[in-house]
DNA sequence: CCTGTCCAATACTTCGTACCTATGGCAAAA
DNA sequence: TTTTGCCATAGGTACGAAGTATTGGACAGG
């Protein structure tokens, strides 16, 4: 009989009253709201006790519920120190997260997984560990990180990569420039003009690929400046070099502007990318979270999927998911 | 997290330590062995935390696992004390279960039901009614009863039945009888010696099926006498008023006999039937549990489906699972 | 008045996982 | 040896919790 109600159960319930509002508590808890509106029925229907007093706006809790929600916390937070006690006695040490991440991914990505990491399992201590694709990948191959935020598509096969974010690739131009009166550019006026770019050698892969997307549209990649990090692009931005393709929403310096390219839809795909045999108990944790929150999907070992060609659709909501 | 940690997994946990065997413990949540295997080594896997000590013998609980097994037991008696005063505070009053039961079915059946119920919702009485299945399913009809217990076949659609107990059916006679030296015996013998039956009106379906069942083997029902109750059909008997059939397993009067008939396999398949539209809360509870323990499957208001031909396999099991 | 917005509920589909059966391995008892 | 009593593994099924798409009701603003 109470087997119909489990720890779910409760955490929704709250949820849902806390918010006051199926559809706010929905996004809190990385569902949908029909999801949770079901959810809700099924308590009632399964207690035979009517949890909400729905109305046009929102939900509250009737006099049953609110026995269940003060309680409910009551036993949420017993089983976590529960747990934490059981851990506890068997000295679950945790060895520290060991996390790679390029300079070509989002750090608004970096630090909502760590954030994510870290809410799981606060115990466990992350060391980050930045640099190129190339040196990334021969680390995970040595197995000295665990795991790695990339830029796809990346070489070498055998890594369980689970690609997540997609990011619009758009041209950065000083706010003076003539172009940038205009919404949108078109390729032909890039035509001799882009030339600032991430140094080829971090990322072959993903160079040669942007190189033949400019080949596509009829722009000859005229790599004129080589530099390491975003921030050195927009510098050279500024200083007048040229222009630069940069991930659509990053933050701009001031004086720089963006602009989408009509027409193509380049983007840059990053893809947390597991190490070929980690001993690191907290990532099946991890990747577990990551996927309810961002409903992304496995794609297991193959190094194709060129980085472009699928509507960004940018949703902003990414952004704020590390709360 | 800890979210991956269920009042379900808590339950199984206990189980298993208490019973010191998988095995054991699988039987007692009515569960297959290799389920909670799983469930155990996934527990252990989610925790990081060995829980158990295996051996040839059974499994053995870690001190670990000890914590938890105790809280454990904690949180699920406050989740069903929450639950209880949640419900009292809306003061759901359930009306009281109407059951019907035939006398075509097995009299533990109806006591297990019944205990199932109410082990289900302690608070909810259960008021029975017996009768012959023409009358209780126009009680079904009528709405004066919730569920019944029927024999299969029935008449009338558009009833949910929910088919469980399949019971072979055997020839039942005094021991000091002939036949009763032989092991099994065989349809000719029965010729013109099987006269006792239950009163065919009150069960029209399942009596023409009965004499059709007969026919097949070359023996013509001759319907010398007729009786109402399972009792009387004894005593018939014993008064050497000729061989009846019986179901096999019933408790039988001193000083008579079963024996099964050779290459038949005459069952008679029993079912409970739910009311066209009952108002009674407690009735999807009670199939859930039903089903979970006997492993029934719906059959939706279609009532076709033969009494025989089943290979019987009685597990007696059936009869033991009312704890 | 209509239209747009903001709720929750419904209808239907998809996917994960808890469950099943069948089978294997291993140690102790027969 | 074979049998017995465990647990574990492998592979398939089915139910439920999740999703998407859509409807309906109740305001509020133009």
Redesign the pocket.
């Known amino acids: 009989m109470s087997d119909?109600v489990?720890f779910?159960?409760l955490k929704?319930l709250i949820a849902?009253a806390e918010?006051?509002?199926?559809?706010?508590?929905?996004k809190r808890?990385?569902?949908?709201?029909?999801?949770?509106?079901?959810?809700?029925?099924?308590l009632e229907e399964a207690l035979q006790v009517p949890l909400?007093i729905?109305?046009?706006?929102?939900?509250h809790a009737t006099p049953a519920a609110e026995i269940l929600i003060t309680g409910g916390r009551e036993l949420l937070k017993l089983r976590d120190g529960l747990i934490a006690t059981a851990r506890a006695l068997h000295r679950v040490t945790f060895t520290p997260m060991r996390l790679g991440f390029s300079s070509f991914v989002d750090h608004a990505l970096y630090e909502m997984v760590c954030s994510v990491h870290t809410s799981l399992f606060p115990e466990c201590e992350i060391t980050s560990r930045s640099g190129d694709n190339v040196e990334l990948l021969l680390l995970l191959q040595k197995g000295e990180i665990d795991a790695a935020l990339l830029a796809l598509p990346i070489s070498g096969s055998g890594f369980k990569t689970y690609p997540f974010t997609k990011s619009r690739l758009v041209v950065c131009m000083k706010s003076d420039d003539p172009l940038a009166r205009l919404k949108e550019i078109a390729p032909a006026q890039l035509q001799a003009k882009l030339t600032i770019f991430q140094e080829p050698k971090q990322h072959p892969e993903a160079h040669l690929r942007l190189m033949e997307m400019l080949d596509e549209v009829g722009i000859r990649g005229d790599v004129a400046s080589k530099t390491t990090t975003p921030h050195n692009i927009q510098w050279m931005v500024e200083s007048g070099q040229g222009y630069a393709l940069v991930r659509e929403g990053s933050e701009m310096h001031v004086g720089l502007v963006t602009r989408p390219v009509t027409g193509v839809t380049w983007t840059v795909d990053s893809a947390l990318i597991l190490g070929k045999s980690t001993s690191q108990k907290t990532v099946p944790g991890l990747i577990?979270e990551l996927?309810?929150r961002l409903?992304l999907?496995?794609s297991p070992s193959s190094a194709s999927k060129p980085p472009r060609s699928v509507r960004p659709d940018i949703e902003d909501e990414n952004l704020r998911l590390f709360a």
Chains 1, 2 share one sequence.
Not at 54 to 59: A, E, I, S, Y
Request: hydrophobic share 30%.
């Open positions: 119909l489990e779910r159960n929704y849902v918010e006051g509002n199926i559809t706010r508590a929905a808890l990385y569902l949908a709201q029909p999801s949770l509106s079901t959810q809700m029925r099924g909400f729905r109305d046009r706006n929102g939900v577990r996927r309810k409903r999907q496995v």
